[in-house]
């Protein structure tokens, strides 16, 4: 499918195995939404390999802060284009034509989309990086994008990884709690070599469980107790989140705050939510047959929306 034929949403299912029960996984889709705030003595990890340093950030900066941006100013500067990939790996004979076109991009595929997106210009941050420039007006390189991978599957650290690392880039890896450890999905010490490695882990949720159906204790086992989880395995304040099915509500973002979270995404429907842009950022879904022209005509076209 070419890019003009890309679907708006999407609700991949993936089967997980949970420890001790049976689990329901699914993949990112289309719009959603914590609470007791963490003690957030963790210092943030290093600058990522591939990304500017952002002069909000840098020790020896004189400038006065600026003033807090409003929400508006904040949705008017948020046109940094944001992908999400799932899994890099072949494709297998029970994959279906959507999980072949949306869920899954073989790594020679995934190796010339980011050569074309390297070769076009653009440098790869940190949704830190983001937030900083989205508040204050801090300095982005001239083309930034932001890779983000969902769910934790392990193909993700044993194929993704090494292709950015080899060509200096970084990436944000959003990732389900409770799959951690189980077969075929990332592992503790997997998620602590991506940190040291300056990749940035996001939260998913603990189990990919639609935010707009959340009753009052999911908040808490869905966004504070997965966060917990994810600083604990990397040593980082994890402070970024990616919607499930990429949906949210606006009854579930101040909840989201309350958790710790400085910036959440759901996918590109939706507009930014006027009170709270930061939790709504937006990303598009990564197509599996674009071609290196394709991609960075996406970029581009991403990075021009207002």
């Not at 003009?4 to 001790?20: D, T």
């Not at 189990?207 to 966060?227: E, G, L, N, S």
């Not at 990429?246 to 309350?258: M, T, V, Y």
Request: charged content about 20%; hydrophobic content about 35%.
């Amino acid at each position: 499918m070419g890019m003009s034929e890309l679907p708006i949403s999407r609700r991949g299912i993936l089967g997980a195995a949970m420890v001790g029960a049976v689990g329901l996984v699914a993949g990112c889709g289309q719009e959603n939404g914590g609470q007791a705030a963490p003690d957030g003595s963790q210092a943030p990890s290093a600058a990522p390999p591939g990304s500017a340093t952002s002069p909000a950030t840098s020790p020896t900066s004189t400038t006065t802060p600026a003033a807090p941006a409003s929400p508006a100013d904040i949705a008017a500067r948020a046109v940094v284009p944001v992908l999400c990939y799932h899994q890099v790996r072949p494709y297998e004979g029970g994959d279906t034509s959507y999980t072949k076109q949306l869920l899954v991009v073989e790594p020679a595929a995934f190796g010339r989309q980011l050569d074309a997106i390297k070769g076009a210009g653009y440098t790869t941050i940190s949704p830190d990086q983001y937030q900083a420039h989205l508040t204050t007006g801090a300095a982005l390189p001239e083309r930034p994008v932001i890779l983000s991978f969902d769910d934790g599957k392990d193909n993700q650290v044993s194929r993704a990884l090494p292709a950015l690392v080899e060509r200096g880039m970084t990436g944000t890896w959003f990732i389900m709690s409770v799959v951690i450890g189980n077969s075929g999905w990332t592992t503790k010490a997997q998620i602590k070599e991506m940190a040291d490695a300056g990749i940035t882990i996001g939260c998913h949720t603990y189990d990919h469980h639609d935010v707009r159906k959340y009753t009052a204790k999911d908040f808490r086992t869905q966004f504070v107790d997965a966060r917990k989880t994810l600083q604990d395995h990397s040593g980082q304040p994890v402070e970024t989140f990616a919607f499930p099915y990429g949906a949210w509500n606006p009854a579930a973002l101040p909840h989201l705050e309350k958790a710790g979270f400085t910036t959440a995404f759901q996918l590109e429907e939706k507009p930014l939510d006027r009170e709270r842009p930061l939790m709504t950022l937006r990303r598009s879904l990564a197509v599996s047959d674009w071609s290196g022209d394709q991609v960075v005509e996406k970029l581009g076209t991403l990075s021009k929306r207002a």
